[in-house]
């Protein structure tokens, strides 16, 4: 078993009955999926279920989990993903997948937020590792990007994987992805980015995340927000 299968097990293991839980994205978030859907074909885990994205709302749907619709739900147990950067204070980057605008709301309508990594995902700033994406309206795109050079921000629009065309995410948006000057504070730059007109959402994650669950040594270690 791999780092991620193993964490993305152990916290398929916390899920309790009776409770709707928000599917992440992406091959932690598929071993998650996996093991609560052997959970309750095997253990009789009573569950629904509601998805940050389509591929994860595919991938539950053919394991048989009960998948809510987005636009049914106001409220959640406890929402399940991971991401690209974790600080010691809990401040998340994600968006690489760029479901940003699902996967914000998800985090703010769970009653807890665990978020599965293994330790090469922990930083000492948010945008160590990667550039921070930044969904904005398409036709506000060049005034959003000057604004962000202003900040200091350096970045261009994301691109499809083959460069023949540009990144939109789920919810309609261009998405810039920025870099900004090294160890400039996480809770600075949240409050530039919300504050800035023309950006739908951004990967900065703070205050959102409850719980850290991260593999060491072959093992699960929780971190607790204060």
């Keep these: 078993m791999n ?8 916290a398929a293991q916390k899920i309790k009955d009776g409770m709707l839980v ?8 598929n071993y998650f999926i996996e093991e609560l859907a052997r959970r309750r074909s095997e253990d009789g885990l009573c569950v629904r279920v509601v998805s940050s994205s389509v591929v994860s709302a595919v991938k539950a749907q053919s394991l048989q989990l009960p998948l809510l619709g ?9 929402y399940v993903d991971g991401a690209d950067e974790v600080t010691p204070d809990l401040t998340l980057l994600k968006g690489r997948g760029f479901d940003l605008v699902r ?8 009653d807890e937020f665990w978020v599965l990594i293994d330790s090469s995902k922990r930083v000492d700033y948010i945008g160590a590792n990667y550039a921070i994406p930044i969904e904005v309206m398409p036709f506000a795109w060049q005034m959003v990007k000057h604004t962000l050079e202003l900040l200091g921000g350096r970045g261009n629009l994301r691109q499809t994987t083959h460069k023949d065309g540009l990144v939109v ?8 992805d920025m870099t900004f000057e090294s160890g400039l504070d996480s809770q600075v730059l949240n409050n530039l980015l919300n504050n800035t007109p023309g950006v739908v959402e951004h990967g900065i994650f703070h205050n959102l995340a409850t719980a850290v669950l991260c593999t060491v040594d072959d093992d699960v270690v929780e971190q607790l927000a204060n």
């Design 3 to 10: 780092d991620k299968e193993r964490v993305a097990h152990y």
């Design 22 to 29: 928000g599917l992440g994205t992406g091959s932690t978030a």
């Design 70 to 78: 987005f636009e049914s739900i106001n409220h959640i147990d406890v």
């Design 103 to 110: 996967e914000k709301l998800l985090a703010r309508a769970a």
């Design 169 to 176: 995410s789920s919810y309609g948006s261009l998405v810039l």
